[in-house]
């Protein structure tokens, strides 16, 4: 389930994250009420009641989570604010505060970008135009808490000084950030470059600042990570450029607002939504999902028909409201436009430990760590090897085995053997092309050859359903195919035709593993 969807969790861990809303966003009565029926760390394993579900789903409806993104690395402070419910005055700020830790645990969006770059691959696979875009925030609550942590730090405060702020960021990047400002460094990245003034009263100038220096240590990620983009698109720019304002005065001509209690709504229920959504706060601001709907309909409007946003399970809640935002522009979009594909964070293993990674305080996995730890061939196939939506611990100490464990090590070195074999018999493929195939009797000759035949249609299913991790589950089973085969059966043998046949098989098989991981991003070894 999504974390947007945590209210109907069905099982032990969700159901602290079901408690962690319920805590955060409600009555220190209803997070006692939770903690008495059930759930939670305290062992009960109880699923949550009718009226805590309901409870959560007012919460997060109604609220935005301080780190949405955050949920799913949550267990010791969860542990902490039962403790503080369990205390003789427990409050709500008891509670935020056990929660804050917590709130600002992350895992590495690498998986983002893993699964981003193989769907598009898959889509050429099929013939389709791909435009690979990176929408990015720099704009927003989050940016400017960025912006005022550097100039904290650039004034010389730190976290733990009485005027630190609890919303702040405290890693000692934030420290980097403020310290090359004041060096009136320039950063560049793909996408932009900026110089720093070195006034600490700069703060517009910090934002631009380290916007630009994280945008940069994500390229050396993706560079890495052999990611590339045709284009790059700034929140920012569509308030600059007019276009967030365009589309709410385009909402309200067409009647879709109200004015209530100081805010602007959109009828978002007359699109199927669950409530109808504030889209404009009493003090000006706009909610998160109006760039949103904003942005799409431009996208729409440079011609791409159809778009596929690659997501955190975070922005679950979004969908609807996004959706409904679009029809009710009425600008052509589509029913169902644009589709999303949600995945949940990777929680990283090492030693049978998990690496812990806090955003805020410092200690943060980058793809770059993962890849030195590991390599990019690892990273890539581990991180598509379960559904998206699924929780994945990506566990280093299995990324580095050279054993039938390790998927990716499975699969390359059939491909690397079957290289060995062509490598060891010395003619020219070409020559196999018209091998008399009849000679492959065996049930492991003819299951590899079934096995090939699944290509196709297995990587137009997997395109269509946006689902790469089919891809690696094929290449698994096309590897033990593979591996059966050479096991029961010589290759180089004494007699041309059968030789020639099985030569055929083998190099077939190579051909396809290759190109499989080549969708996937990984490479083919030809030796190991």
Not at 360 to 375: C, F, K, P
Request: charged fraction near 25%; proline fraction near 3%.
């Amino acid at each position: 389930p999504s974390p947007h969807a945590i209210g109907v969790s069905a099982y032990g861990k969700n159901q602290r994250e079901a408690f962690a809303y319920v805590a955060w966003f409600t009555s220190q009565e209803t997070a006692r009420d939770y903690v008495v029926n059930g759930g939670g760390s305290s062992g009960r394993g109880s699923l949550l009641t009718d009226k805590d579900k309901k409870v959560v789903r007012a919460a997060e409806a109604g609220l935005k989570p301080r780190a949405a993104a955050d949920w799913h690395v949550l267990d010791k402070a969860i542990d902490q604010a039962l403790e503080a419910l369990r205390a003789d005055k427990p409050t709500q700020s008891d509670c935020r505060a056990a929660l804050a830790g917590a709130a600002r645990q992350a895992c590495p969006h690498g998986r983002q970008a893993a699964l981003g770059d193989a769907i598009c691959n898959l889509l050429a696979t099929q013939g389709q135009q791909v435009y690979r875009e990176f929408y990015y925030n720099d704009a927003g609550v989050q940016i400017s808490t960025l912006a005022n942590s550097t100039q904290l730090r650039a004034k010389g405060s730190k976290p733990g000084d009485a005027e630190w702020p609890e919303a702040a960021y405290n890693g000692d990047y934030i420290q980097d950030i403020a310290n090359d400002f004041l060096a009136k460094k320039t950063v560049q990245s793909d996408d932009r470059e900026f110089t720093a003034s070195g006034d600490v009263n700069d703060l517009d100038g910090m934002r631009q600042f380290a916007v630009a220096y994280l945008r940069h240590e994500q390229d050396l990620d993706l560079k890495a990570f052999e990611v590339k983009f045709d284009n790059y698109y700034l929140e920012s720019s569509l308030y600059t450029d007019g276009h967030v304002d365009a589309t709410v005065q385009r909402l309200i001509a067409n009647g879709k607002t109200y004015e209530q209690d100081g805010a602007l709504w959109l009828k978002s229920t007359d699109y199927g939504d669950d409530k109808d959504r504030v889209m404009r706060k009493g003090d000006g601001t706009y909610t998160y999902f109006v760039p949103d709907v904003a942005y799409h309909i431009q996208k729409f409007k440079r011609g791409f028909t159809r778009v596929v946003n690659i997501q955190g399970t975070d922005h679950h809640g979004t969908i609807a409201r996004v959706r409904a935002g679009l029809q009710a522009a009425d600008v052509g979009i589509p029913e169902g436009y644009p589709d999303y594909v949600l995945h949940t964070m990777v929680r990283v293993m090492r030693g049978g430990e998990e690496v812990k990674i806090s955003k805020r305080a410092g200690s943060y996995v980058t793809l770059r760590d993962l890849i030195e730890w590991t390599s990019k061939d690892a990273v890539r196939f581990f991180l598509l090897s379960r559904k998206p939506d699924t929780e994945y611990i990506f566990d280093i100490d299995l990324a580095l085995a050279q054993n039938n464990d390790n998927p990716v090590y499975y699969v390359q070195y059939a491909h690397a053997r079957i290289c060995s074999v062509l490598t060891a018999w010395g003619g020219e493929k070409a020559s196999l092309t018209h091998a008399d195939l009849s000679a492959l009797q065996s049930p492991q000759a003819h299951a590899l050859m079934l096995a090939l035949a699944k290509y196709p249609e297995m990587l137009t299913s997997a395109a269509h359903d946006f689902a790469p991790h089919d891809v690696t589950f094929y290449l698994r089973e096309l590897a033990a195919g593979y591996h059966s085969y050479y096991d029961a059966e010589r290759i180089l043998v004494d007699d041309e035709a059968v030789k020639k046949a099985r030569l055929a098989l083998v190099a077939a098989t190579a051909q396809v593993l290759h190109n499989g991981l080549k969708v996937l991003g990984v490479s083919a070894p030809t030796k190991m």
